[in-house]
């Protein structure tokens, strides 16, 4: 008796679980495809040219959201703390644009300078790096 009914539940189980035609999974992933944001960079370098030691420079990189969704930058990590970003996470809607500052301390350094900052966001693709470089000569 308890053989036959163990044998029935997995018969039970093999129908109901291949009973259905796929078409459920197949809506589920339209239904969770609303988009994904792009960002596109104006540059992605910027080279200050020859400063003294001890100047702050800066520089503004722009972007655009060439995406079919909201873009959010939800970080900008530098190689270096001589090197500050300034962005705001507030989204940026597809086809418009926001600005990534940045500001660069030369104090204490000397020679050519190259320094990354990583963006992070939910674009495509989810970490970018900028770059600025400098040759920084002493007073």
């Known amino acids: ?72 930058i939800s970080s900008a990590a530098t190689s270096c703390g001589c090197t500050v970003p300034k962005f705001s996470n507030k989204p940026v809607a597809p086809g418009e644009s926001g600005t990534l500052e940045v500001v660069f301390d030369s104090s204490h350094r000397e020679g050519k300078q190259t320094k990354t900052i990583s963006v992070r966001s939910n674009a495509e693709p989810q970490v970018l790096v900028l770059r600025i470089t400098a040759d920084i000569v002493i007073k």
């Open 1 to 72: 008796m308890i053989m036959r009914q163990t044998l029935f539940l997995i018969i039970a189980v093999v129908i109901f679980s291949c009973s259905g035609n796929g078409s459920e999974e197949k809506r589920d992933v339209v239904s969770e495809d609303n988009g994904r944001p792009v960002i596109t960079f104006e540059k992605i370098e910027h080279d200050f040219g020859t400063i003294t030691e001890g100047e702050n420079v800066g520089t503004i990189f722009r972007f655009t959201n060439t995406g079919d969704a909201p873009l959010i």
